[in-house]
């Protein structure tokens, strides 16, 4: 029996047992000796052997599952990946994806699609308005790859007209495959708010900030809050009902009404537009992690697509919350 010392010797020692073991419960979807699907050679450009795996494996856990992740370093080509994931998956038919990506990689998804994809169109969702200042693009717009770049061209919508025309009409309109391309930043950018809270002014409670929802002094850990305690944090209260009644989440915030009045694009799209593109795609979803407004972007993302997709070269930062969270 060797000695044992560390968890490198342990690992050396009994490699071909753990591997057999990992093989055994965790089975390729897609083996290295399958034919890939005939779909592949219709893409402009021909992904490398081990590209074609991951293509493969995401497609046959689509037919399984709702949700797959695509966890590969950068370079590896997760983009193409994805969209050719999307090619298989759809069996050769027209196909509506929506990817929401850091706002330096929105242009970049744009391209790649052009130099992937055969007989794709482009769509950039700027924002939820329809007019505005006329120097920046507002909507949804088309784009092109001109010369290497990116330029907004041609159809001009909104959410609310792709709303209005749903699934099918919009496949009337746009019989080819559609990719709508946002930042996260936009996706999430809502309304302004502002802290929402009481302040007594007679009785026992004089001069404490008390809670809209019950009238009772805001506390924490048996301490009260005052002002300075709210900052810029969005802060909430658990408060259970009387007689062993349910607990009620109680916001210690509200919408600014004297600010601009607006919806964010992803929050629109989960609520009003349920499983509207087939596909839905989150570019670098390690960061999207948490319970922020990009994290609540990413849940509401996965409602409006019946596949979801996550990509990232880093799944965990170091703490366990970061894989749950996502």
Known sequence: MPNLGTIHDYLRTHSEEIGERILSSYPALFGAGEAPSPLLSHMLR??????????????????????????AECGAGKTLIALGSMLVHSAGRPFTSL????????????????????HVRVFLIDDMRNGGNSREPHGINEVRL???EIVREGMHTSLSELRRLGRKDWRRLCPETAIFCIGREKAKLSYFWKHCYGMSRSGRYLGALTNPD???????DGVRLTPIDFDKKRLHEIVE???????????????DGNKI???????????????????????????????????NALGVL?????????????LLSGYADDLFNT
């Open 46 to 71: 021909t992904p490398y052997p081990a590209q074609t795996l991951a293509i493969m494996g995401v497609s046959k856990r689509w037919d399984l599952a709702r949700n797959a992740n695509v966890v």
């Open 99 to 118: 990817v929401m990506a850091p706002p330096h990689l929105v242009e970049k998804w744009a391209r790649e699609t052009f130099l992937t994809l055969p």
């Open 261 to 295: 009045v607006r919806m964010a694009p992803a929050e629109y799209m989960g609520r009003y537009m349920p499983e509207w593109f087939d596909y839905a795609l989150a570019d670098e979803i390690h960061q999207l992690a948490g319970d922020t407004a990009q994290g």
């Open 241 to 255: 009902q009387p007689k062993e009644g349910t607990a009620k989440y109680c916001p210690l915030w509200q919408a």
């Open 214 to 220: 019950t009238g009772s002094p805001i506390e924490t």
């Open 146 to 148: 001109r010369r290497g």
């Open 302 to 314: 996965n409602r409006t697509a019946r596949r979801f997709l996550g990509l990232t070269g880093t």
